[in-house]
């Protein structure tokens, strides 16, 4: 069956990164080892990840209609190429295994301690598999419907406002700039740069001058979205938020109106599952995209079904338990990353460059 070619628009692209990049962390303590300075390292982060985000997004622009794979087998060749497409393939799939992991662990801790872990997974697999076949320009536009959502999740935030504590945030770098700073390479890895892989997405926005812009806004409504999370949380919870596994579920346990309104810190719950979905959907995309780059198979919807089901196999054994995984995703991830996010993606953007200068060098000459 032939496949249309997939068009997203800006705003569709930026619902898309917005819940890519916010769904799951609205929910999870973030750079917890700063404790109640960690608003500090979420300002510092998003300042790092805007270079990193600029870096591919320009790359992306120099060669418009080609994902970061075929980029890199016209500056390097075919065969280095391949390679890169296969690394960016493992790299998508390892952090889509990583986030259904944390989807399914996140359920059964909250919400279904009997359900097998198995079903949970199964379940969403099968959904982020649907999401993916059906490809970029559906998923960016259910992305809009459901980051409304998520902003009805963040305005009743509101309802917190005689729970606040400013003391809560001080004194200000009371501990000094160290734990700051581990917590902004925590961030910088998880989860902003992370969206690497919408590399393999840019190419298929309907107006490729925009692609920059439209992408570094989103990392900044994104980047205010999770100051704003991480703030309230510290300011309900105090210093209590960055020890726990869910302090956005606890924090939402606080909002009591009349005995009317309680018990909404179940729609962090929804937040989490609709976070959960697009991120595992794209990296599943992005993945299977690499794939089909690196392989003789042009089509990536043929690769789909294999990684779904190794995707879900690995979610079940690659951590022993959650608290391994978590380990994982603090303290190494963002140091794993740093060949895919920033190294491999900078080596590109300087041999273009370089190419780029040559050409006009020679077009200058007599």
Known sequence: MKHSIEQLSSSGLTALMIMWIVGTPLTVPLAAVAGHDAWISIILSVIVSYGIIWMYTHLCQLYPGRTLVEIAEVLFGVW???????????????????????FYEYILII??????PLMIAATMTAIVLWAAYAGMEVLSRC????????????????????DLQPENLLPVVDRGWMPILEGMTELVGF?????????????????????KKTV????LISGFMLLLSNVRNTLVLGNISSKLLFPSYTAYQYISIAEFLERVEPITIITFLLGAFVKISVCLYASAKSFSSALPGKQYRLYLI????????????????NMEMIKFATKIWQWYSIPFQIIIPLAMLLTALVIKRKRMLSLTEP
């Open 143 to 162: 992305s809009v419907s459901l980051l409304l959502l998520v902003l009805v999740e963040g305005m009743l935030s509101i309802l917190m406002i005689k």
């Open 216 to 219: 570094l806004w989103a990392l």
């Open 111 to 116: 919400a279904l301690p009997e359900t097998s």
């Open 306 to 321: 294999p990684l779904s089901l190794l995707m879900l196999e690995f979610s079940l054994f690659m951590y022993k338990n």
């Open 80 to 102: 280095a190429g391949r390679l890169i497409g296969f690394i960016y393939a493992w790299y998508s799939f390892h952090l889509a295994v990583l986030v259904l992991k944390n």
């Open 191 to 211: 989860p902003f740069g992370e969206t690497i892989v919408f590399a393999m997405i840019i190419p298929q926005i309907n107006k490729i001058g925009q692609a």
